[in-house]
């Protein structure tokens, strides 16, 4: 069969694919309301009766060897309403409600239903994961962790084991496994979002069938959407590896300069806020403004700073002062920072050295440029001026490149300790744990387990913090939150809080928000909040809140941002002998029996953020009547929805309730984004030590700086998507020549097309010159073959007829070659495979094109069937996989330098992401154009070692060798800096792309040990 039939024939494949998937889609729109009502009557059996009969089957005979609920007598199989779910043992006693049978059919259509705390989202999803489950394509349940993920598994199973559906959870197995394979291959899989994208990604670096797991991604119900595909969508999931030389760094080397430096600054703020406060007491507001920018420019998170800021008329001085400098784009901010060694913009985590900072970094070292980056183009030009000879001027180039190189990574480590200094600050975006830096998710308050900051920032705080630091790493595959949702058929999301960022699911997943009404009316009391000056004050505020609250009998959730905040409000309740338990990062393990335990009366329960999300908090004996759980928050949320997910931990199925915010004028949002209307209204208002304010205006002033924070981080997510849609693009390419390569069935249509791509490159290149000794030069490089056509042809035939000729003679050749290949194999695969003694099942082969050698694992038996053709069929590939791999993850690295290089077009009122795109097209071309070069030429040359017996090198196995793999991370990037308005980021100087492997020079000394030059050793025959 030739190639345009074969793809002719896929392409028929996929229509009719797609139109099963339509028709499936019609008959399950058909039999939703009988399944909804099997489900519903499903629940309300094992609700009324503790045993339920019926006939069995295999698959119920298979069950009950592995679940104890589930029991064999005679021919009837028993399932009992009470099983194990996260290791407790619970009884079934839920019945869908109507509001939830809406919920369902919303969730069916691919939208996303919007249901509040209590309302029962877990159960809701059992329903379309029924129906859907009936086509056999798979359905996927995901959550946000894999506490949720078993627990919802092993709780709703029965309900789907009682119809025939098979249910696994891929949190329960280990990545790689056959394990994990079944739980895919299950009628439900439930698991979480990280895993089931890294699995993607896994499987797209398999180098084997045998070790896929994934299977094509048809309909997926995301729990907590928002926090999935908002979120977590700010920061890409990577597979990361060893980079070469990864273990060196030089952060020790420079924590000294840097602590110093840092030490420095503090001390002249502190002068600087002493100065300022002298002068505003004084009456001279305008000489103090100078030093109080000063100061905030310099330290923004110094405690006395901000303890001044609160003082009347503190704050709008600061902010008058700073709009006079910033006028006419920072024209005269100079005059401010002209005394700080460096300054920060906490609003984008960038700390920017000044030269009184160079200066002081460089103290008494030999070179006053220690820390200057040369202006390499000026450089580059003075040399082509001065120096005449080739060889004196190559040599002066490399000097200042190395030199560049050199320097622009010093400046980048210096810039990332000074932000672990500065910025980022221990206990609230991150904690150490067993020795380990571990990061704090901003929005659960929960342990980010195996995410590292990226750029090297991960690497500063280590060496901050005097912990390991861990070797540097490099990107091998990647891919967003969004584009890996965006791949599945259907997918639909549950939450209680996704109005506020509608626009986005639109906007970026094409899903519709649906408010699914409650089951009883909401009675919780969501009072305005108080807002006081200081966080001191605050903090004092809500302890003697919580005092009298105790005192009523209710149950306290407290909510904080922060793990140190948590720890204070802990040690503040201890002085007062109040019994209270905390939730935090550090204590994460304790999250379910705390939550347990929270709704007890005189409960008092710490918790950061959204812990205990997934799990509702149940009302003890005689809290509805002293009011039900009262909910404190102590800080505003950047996002509104983290403050109504705080608020819809009380209130469920219509229980009393009450909400209460705490905020003072210290707070982040407050400082960073709210409004000078508030400040200036409280000085004017001369509230004295202690005083509150109580008002609708100010809620709703709070509301629009969290919108503000809100449309930024929904710009940000946008612009990493826009980023990522362009490498997606390739993505699909690259990994859809990979999936043809592990498979094989459509390898020789790729094949031929590299072979025709190759032969076009070439052909354009030398006809346009005119050069038949470079095109014939070229062929016996890339081709092995000599005169593919005549001088006469060559000058004589058009372009397209030229490229066909040669492509033809290239083709015949191959077919040539690989058939002698097969012909010189098959003899000894025979003796072997006909030999009465022989145990083997596999054959390694290794193929080498004089240079380098691949080692080729084959079935014996398919081997023999084929006479040596399967042989040839694992040549190409594991060369095509190996090439594209290595191709590939240079290419990613590639782009991550140039992501990081056009962010300064921003400074030339050009978009970064225009340019982003154009660049990133042209590596791509030149890519796909070295990697089929590199493809074509390994297979035309590539054959079986010796001449006498081919074959003798082969081992035969009797199991499937287990292939060596490198260490790899699985990571989110995590660089603040990146995330944070990547446009009005300054340009980091570019660092040199670093090798995979040393280059070696030919008159170097061979690294193999032999003692000989390279050129006479393993490099003999490279020019």
């Given at each position: 069969m030739d190639g345009n039939t074969k793809v002719d024939l896929y392409k028929e494949i996929d229509e009719i694919d797609k139109e099963i998937v339509k028709k499936f889609?019609?008959?399950?729109?058909?039999?939703?309301?009988?399944?909804?009502?099997?489900?519903?009557?499903?629940?309300?059996?094992?609700?009324?009766?503790t045993e339920l009969e019926v006939t069995a089957n295999a698959f119920d005979k298979q069950l009950a060897q592995k679940h104890k609920n589930i029991e064999i007598r005679g021919d009837k199989a028993i399932y009992k309403n009470s099983w194990l779910a996260a290791g407790n043992e619970i009884t079934w006693n839920m019945v869908h409600y109507n509001v939830q049978l809406i919920g369902g059919?919303?969730?069916?259509?691919?939208?996303?239903?919007?249901?509040?705390?209590?309302?029962?989202?877990?159960?809701?999803?059992?329903?379309?994961?029924?129906?859907?489950?009936?086509?056999?394509?798979?359905?996927?349940?995901?959550?946000?962790?894999?506490?949720?993920?078993?627990?919802?598994?092993?709780?709703?199973?029965?309900?789907?084991?009682?119809?025939?559906?098979?249910?696994?959870?891929?949190?329960?197995?280990?990545?790689?496994?056959?394990?994990?394979?079944?739980?895919?291959?299950?009628?439900?899989?439930?698991?979480?979002?990280?895993?089931?994208?890294?699995?993607?990604?896994?499987?797209?670096?398999?180098?084997?069938?045998?070790?896929?797991?994934?299977?094509?991604?048809?309909?997926?119900?995301?729990?907590?959407?928002?926090?999935?595909?908002?979120?977590?969508?700010?920061?890409?999931?990577?597979?990361?590896?060893?980079?070469?030389?990864?273990?060196?760094?030089?952060?020790?080397?420079?924590?000294?300069?840097?602590?110093?430096?840092?030490?420095?600054?503090?001390?002249?703020i502190q002068l600087c806020i002493t100065d300022a406060k002298r002068l505003f007491a004084e009456g001279k507001e305008k000489e103090a403004?100078?030093?109080?920018?000063?100061?905030?420019?310099?330290?923004?998170?110094?405690?006395?700073?901000?303890?001044?800021?609160?003082?009347?008329?503190?704050?709008?001085?600061?902010?008058?002062?700073?709009?006079?400098?910033?006028?006419?784009?920072?024209?005269?901010?100079?005059?401010?920072?002209?005394?700080?060694?460096?300054?920060?913009?906490?609003?984008n985590n960038q700390v920017d050295l000044t030269e009184k900072g160079i200066d002081f970094l460089t103290g008494n070292s030999d070179d006053p440029k220690f820390f200057v980056i040369p202006n390499v183009g000026d450089e580059v030009a003075d040399i082509e001026k001065k120096i005449i000879d080739v060889k004196e001027k190559t040599a002066a180039k490399e000097v200042v490149m190395r030199e560049f190189s050199i320097k622009s990574e010093r400046i980048h480590t210096v810039n990332q300790l000074l932000k672990a200094y500065t910025v980022f600050e221990k206990d609230q975006e991150y904690v150490i744990d067993e020795g380990q830096v571990k990061i704090v998710d901003e929005q659960t308050g929960r342990i980010m387990e195996g995410r590292r900051y990226s750029d090297g920032l991960h690497q500063a705080i280590e060496a901050k913090e005097n912990v390991k630091i861990e070797a540097a790493t490099q990107t091998y595959a990647t891919i967003t939150l969004q584009n890996y949702f965006r791949m599945y058929h259907k997918l639909a999301g549950m939450t209680g809080t996704a109005t506020t960022e509608a626009q986005e699911f639109w906007d970026i997943y094409k899903l519709d928000v649906v408010e699914i009404p409650t089951n009883r009316p909401m009675t919780r009391k969501d009072e305005q909040d108080y807002v006081y000056k200081t966080k001191r004050e605050k903090y004092n505020a809500v302890?003697?809140?919580?005092?009298?609250?105790?005192?009523?009998?209710?149950?306290?959730?407290?909510?904080?941002?922060?793990?140190?905040?948590?720890?204070?409000?802990?040690?503040?309740?201890?002085?007062?002998?109040?019994?209270?338990?905390?939730?935090?990062?550090?204590?994460?393990?304790?999250?379910?029996?705390?939550?347990?335990?929270?709704?007890?009366?005189?409960?008092?329960?710490?918790?950061?953020?959204?812990?205990?999300?997934?799990?509702?908090?149940?009302?003890?004996?005689?809290?509805?009547?002293?009011?039900?759980?009262?909910?404190?928050?102590t800080e505003r949320h950047e996002s509104r929805r983290v403050d109504r997910q705080l608020r819809g931990r009380a209130g469920r199925q219509g229980d009393p309730g009450s909400s209460q915010f705490f905020v003072s004028l210290e707070d982040n949002l407050m400082r960073l984004f709210g409004s000078e209307r508030i400040a200036s209204l409280m000085d004017r208002m001369g509230l004295k030590e202690g005083e509150v304010i109580q008002h609708s205006m100010i809620t709703k002033s709070i509301e629009r700086a969290q919108k503000k924070v809100e449309e930024n981080h929904f710009g940000t997510r946008k612009r990493?998507?826009?980023?990522?849609?362009?490498?997606?693009?390739?993505?699909?390419?690259?990994?859809?020549?990979?999936?043809?390569?592990?498979?094989?069935?459509?390898?020789?249509?790729?094949?031929?097309?590299?072979?025709?791509?190759?032969?076009?490159?070439?052909?354009?290149?030398?006809?346009?010159?005119?050069?038949?000794?470079?095109?014939?030069?070229?062929?016996?490089?890339?081709?092995?073959?000599?005169?593919?056509?005549?001088?006469?042809?060559?000058?004589?035939?058009?372009?397209?007829?030229?490229?066909?000729?040669?492509?033809?003679?290239?083709?015949k050749h191959y077919n040539e070659k690989i058939h002698l290949v097969s012909e010189q194999a098959f003899p000894v695969v025979r003796d072997v495979y006909t030999n009465p003694n022989n145990s083997f099942e596999n054959i390694v082969t290794p193929f080498t094109d004089g240079i380098r050698t691949v080692q080729v694992l084959g079935n014996l038996k398919k081997a023999y069937e084929t006479k040596g053709r399967e042989l040839v069929l694992g040549f190409e590939k594991a060369v095509v996989l190996a090439m594209i791999d290595d191709s590939w993850k240079e290419h990613l690295r590639e782009l991550d330098d140039l992501k990081q290089a056009v962010?300064?077009?921003?400074?030339?009122?050009?978009?970064?992401?225009?340019?982003?795109?154009?660049?990133?097209?042209?590596?791509?071309?030149?890519?796909?154009?070295?990697?089929?070069?590199?493809?074509?030429?390994?297979?035309?040359?590539?054959?079986?070692?010796?001449?006498?017996?081919?074959?003798?090198?082969?081992?035969?196995?009797?199991?499937?060798?287990?292939?060596?793999?490198?260490?790899?991370?699985?990571?989110?990037?995590e660089n603040a800096v990146e995330e944070k308005n990547a446009e009005q980021q300054q340009q980091k100087p570019k660092i040199q792309p670093i090798r995979v492997d040393p280059k070696i020079g030919r008159n170097d000394p061979c690294p193999c040990g032999s003692g000989k030059k390279y050129k006479a050793c393993h490099g003999a025959g490279i020019a």
């Open positions: 889609e019609v008959a399950l729109g058909e039999a939703l309301p009988e399944a909804f009502a099997i489900l519903k009557e499903t629940a309300n059996r094992f609700t009324k009766s059919m919303v969730l069916h259509e691919g939208k996303i239903s919007e249901m509040t705390t209590g309302e029962g989202k877990t159960l809701v999803s059992t329903l379309p994961v029924f129906l859907n489950a009936l086509t056999g394509r798979g359905v996927h349940l995901v959550t946000v962790n894999n506490y949720l993920a078993k627990r919802d598994s092993e709780w709703n199973a029965p309900l789907f084991y009682f119809h025939g559906l098979s249910v696994d959870c891929i949190d329960k197995h280990e990545p790689n496994t056959d394990e994990r394979r079944n739980a895919y291959n299950c009628d439900i899989t439930y698991g979480t979002n990280n895993e089931f994208g890294f699995d993607y990604l896994r499987d797209n670096m398999a180098r084997s069938i045998d070790d896929l797991v994934q299977r094509k991604a048809n309909y997926a119900i995301v729990d907590e959407v928002d926090s999935v595909l908002i979120d977590d969508a700010r920061t890409p999931l990577i597979i990361s590896g060893p980079t070469p030389q990864g273990d060196k760094h030089e952060f020790m080397d420079y924590k000294p300069r840097v602590e110093k430096i840092v030490n420095a600054q503090k001390q002249y403004g100078i030093p109080l920018l000063r100061a905030y420019r310099g330290l923004p998170k110094h405690s006395a700073l901000i303890k001044f800021l609160s003082e009347n008329g503190v704050r709008a001085l600061m902010q008058k002062t700073e709009n006079h400098y910033m006028q006419d784009q920072n024209k005269e901010m100079h005059k401010i920072d002209v005394e700080l060694y460096f300054t920060i913009e906490e609003k302890i003697e809140e919580v005092v009298k609250l105790v005192a009523a009998g209710r149950p306290v959730l407290i909510g904080t941002t922060t793990v140190d905040i948590s720890e204070l409000l802990s040690r503040m309740l201890k002085l007062r002998n109040i019994k209270h338990n905390v939730l935090n990062a550090k204590l994460h393990a304790k999250e379910a029996d705390i939550i347990a335990e929270a709704g007890k009366a005189g409960t008092v329960t710490i918790a950061t953020n959204m812990a205990g999300r997934g799990t509702d908090i149940k009302l003890g004996a005689g809290v509805k009547e002293a009011g039900g759980l009262a909910i404190i928050g990493l998507i826009e980023y990522d849609d362009v490498m997606n693009a390739q993505r699909e390419v690259i990994y859809k020549r990979r999936r043809n390569a592990l498979y094989g069935d459509k390898l020789s249509i790729d094949i031929a097309n590299m072979m025709y791509e190759v032969c076009s490159s070439m052909v354009e290149e030398y006809k346009d010159a005119n050069d038949f000794a470079g095109f014939n030069l070229e062929c016996i490089r890339i081709f092995g073959i000599v005169d593919p056509v005549t001088e006469k042809q060559f000058t004589s035939l058009k372009e397209d007829d030229l490229i066909q000729t040669v492509y033809e003679a290239v083709q962010q300064n077009a921003s400074l030339e009122q050009k978009d970064p992401l225009v340019i982003y795109k154009l660049e990133s097209f042209n590596l791509f071309k030149e890519m796909i154009i070295k990697t089929n070069k590199e493809v074509i030429s390994f297979l035309m040359k590539g054959g079986l070692p010796n001449e006498g017996n081919q074959v003798q090198q082969a081992r035969f196995t009797q199991e499937q060798p287990t292939q060596k793999k490198e260490k790899l991370v699985e990571s989110r990037n």
